[in-house]
């Protein structure tokens, strides 16, 4: 783990509207702009603001983006923030799916690579696996010197002060797992974990391009979670588990659920209940039920339409209460069309008109990249925060 030494400390306690940080923030909200624009903006010496540039610039954190006609004739650059020079890895982890991949700040997906995992996976050969394939990728790119951070998405609740997941039952075996540490000690950078469906509502927030929009997101593959951004980021909620939807009771129903109660929705609409539902017809696992499904198998298409209609009406209360702008649905069932079908027609039927009305519901138009450029959207906000540039900007100053 990264630790803060004293001075460095003071030196972020000291920290004022006008440290590295801030005239990042500064270029980050209101940018890009010329160094005459931000010097008028921040009320600093020219002789303060070159040295508070040069900083950024060793740090890889800003650039000239363009250029603008200035009133001598001249063209005066235009600073922004660099977001292609340093990287991210981003990691998506589920019951039976691992994605991972490298990005750069600004959320283009650079490297990514699929891998099936057996159910009841564990961490003492997935995380070795993970950070193996991660380091590959960054070598084979020849960008493991612009490491910046880690964004890695879990199903279920995570708890953000120790860094530690508590996972759905599917995957006991990830159980309290230290993730964050084992990220930060494997690949010596920063660590943001986040609930999947929070990155994927925060990919899908970002790929929209309309700020301050609330953007509701589904994960349907082997379970089912719920994520939402409000106000620009992802709710997590007082305990870190804001949108775990997947255990919501249906009423009248009694179908054994993997969390040990019955009659939840992920018990009956989930891709592990499809593959319950359809194993009198030789399924075996999530894939052959996607293959049925996508191959028009009436029963296989009859019963993912059934369950994407069971989660709409789960959906409609949802909606009710978030009063979205978009909800996007994505995972290996979310992305089967008679499932999405199913579940619009009942949110259609079921939310109340003022909330359903203009409510813009389809798949992830990032696909299953969702969670990916979510993490690195996430990871992009941790090492652009201020505090976090001052931290930098102390540690890297040249003694
Ligand atoms: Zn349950």
Same mark, same amino acid.
């Given at each position: 783990?990264?630790?803060?030494?004293q001075?460095?400390?003071?030196? #972020?306690?000291?920290?004022?509207?006008?440290?590295p940080?801030?005239? %990042?923030?500064?270029l980050?909200?209101?940018g890009?702009?010329?160094?005459?624009?931000?010097?008028?903006?921040?009320g600093?010496?020219?002789a303060?603001?070159?040295?508070?540039?040069?900083?950024?610039?060793?740090l890889?954190?800003?650039?000239?983006?363009?250029?603008r006609a200035?009133?001598?004739?001249?063209?005066?650059?235009? %600073?922004?923030a660099?977001?292609?020079s340093?990287?991210?890895?981003?990691?998506h982890?589920?019951?039976?799916?691992?994605?991972?991949g490298?990005?750069?700040?600004r959320g283009?997906?650079l490297?990514?690579?699929? $891998?099936?995992? /057996?159910?009841?996976?564990e /961490?003492?050969?997935? +995380? *070795?696996?993970?950070?193996?394939?991660?380091? $590959?990728?960054?070598?084979?790119?020849?960008?493991y010197?612009?490491?910046?951070?880690?964004?890695?998405a879990v199903?279920?609740?995570?708890?953000? $002060?120790t860094?530690?997941? #508590?996972?759905?039952?599917?995957?006991?075996?990830?159980?309290d797992?230290? %993730?964050?540490?084992?990220?930060a000690?494997?690949? !010596?950078v920063?660590?943001?974990l986040?609930?999947d469906?929070n990155?994927?509502?925060?990919?899908?927030?970002?790929?929209?391009g309309?700020?301050?929009?609330?953007?509701?997101g589904?994960?349907?593959g082997?379970g089912?979670?719920a994520?939402?951004?409000?106000?620009g980021? /992802?709710h997590?909620g007082?305990?870190?588990?804001?949108g775990? #939807?997947?255990?919501?009771?249906? &009423?009248?129903?009694?179908?054994?659920?993997?969390?040990?109660?019955r009659g939840?929705v992920a018990? +009956?609409?989930?891709?592990?209940?499809l593959v319950?539902?359809?194993?009198?017809? !030789?399924?075996?696992a999530? *894939?052959d @039920?996607?293959?049925r499904?996508?191959?028009g198998?009436p029963?296989?298409?009859s019963l993912a339409?059934?369950?994407?209609?069971?989660?709409g009406t @789960?959906l409609?209360?949802?909606?009710?209460i978030?009063?979205?702008h978009r909800?996007?649905?994505g995972? &290996? #069932?979310g992305?089967?069309?008679p499932f999405?079908?199913?579940l619009?027609e009942?949110?259609?039927e079921q939310?109340?008109? @003022?909330a359903a009305?203009?409510?813009?519901v389809?798949?992830?138009v %990032?696909?299953?990249?969702?969670p990916l450029v979510?993490?690195?959207?996430?990871?992009a906000e941790?090492?652009?925060a201020p505090?976090?540039?001052?931290?930098?900007?102390a540690?890297?100053?040249?003694?």
């Amino acid at each position: 783990m990264v630790t803060v030494n004293q001075d460095v400390s003071r030196v #972020i306690a000291a920290g004022t509207a006008t440290s590295p940080g801030n005239v %990042l923030a500064v270029l980050r909200d209101d940018g890009p702009m010329t160094r005459q624009e931000l010097r008028a903006r921040l009320g600093l010496s020219r002789a303060t603001l070159m040295e508070r540039l040069d900083t950024l610039t060793r740090l890889r954190v800003i650039d000239t983006v363009g250029h603008r006609a200035s009133s001598g004739g001249r063209r005066a650059a235009l %600073l922004g923030a660099d977001q292609t020079s340093r990287v991210a890895v981003v990691a998506h982890l589920g019951a039976s799916l691992a994605t991972v991949g490298v990005a750069d700040l600004r959320g283009t997906v650079l490297a990514v690579h699929h $891998e099936r995992l /057996p159910l009841g996976h564990e /961490p003492r050969h997935v +995380l *070795p696996w993970l950070l193996d394939t991660a380091r $590959e990728q960054l070598s084979s790119l020849d960008r493991y010197a612009d490491l910046a951070a880690v964004g890695f998405a879990v199903p279920g609740q995570i708890d953000h $002060e120790t860094g530690v997941s #508590i996972m759905p039952p599917t995957m006991a075996a990830w159980r309290d797992q230290p %993730l964050r540490d084992a990220f930060a000690d494997g690949l !010596g950078v920063s660590v943001q974990l986040e609930n999947d469906a929070n990155a994927l509502a925060y990919g899908e927030y970002l790929a929209a391009g309309s700020p301050n929009s609330t953007v509701l997101g589904v994960w349907i593959g082997s379970g089912i979670g719920a994520g939402v951004v409000i106000g620009g980021l /992802p709710h997590r909620g007082a305990t870190g588990c804001a949108g775990e #939807i997947g255990h919501i009771r249906i &009423e009248d129903r009694d179908e054994r659920c993997g969390c040990g109660r019955r009659g939840c929705v992920a018990a +009956l609409a989930s891709g592990t209940a499809l593959v319950r539902q359809l194993r009198s017809d !030789g399924v075996r696992a999530l *894939p052959d @039920v996607l293959r049925r499904v996508e191959a028009g198998e009436p029963r296989a298409v009859s019963l993912a339409t059934d369950a994407g209609r069971l989660l709409g009406t @789960v959906l409609a209360t949802v909606v009710t209460i978030l009063n979205p702008h978009r909800v996007r649905v994505g995972g &290996e #069932i979310g992305s089967l069309r008679p499932f999405l079908a199913g579940l619009r027609e009942t949110l259609g039927e079921q939310a109340p008109e @003022v909330a359903a009305r203009g409510l813009d519901v389809g798949p992830a138009v %990032l696909g299953d990249l969702a969670p990916l450029v979510g993490m690195a959207g996430l990871a992009a906000e941790a090492v652009f925060a201020p505090a976090a540039i001052d931290e930098a900007a102390a540690r890297s100053r040249p003694s």
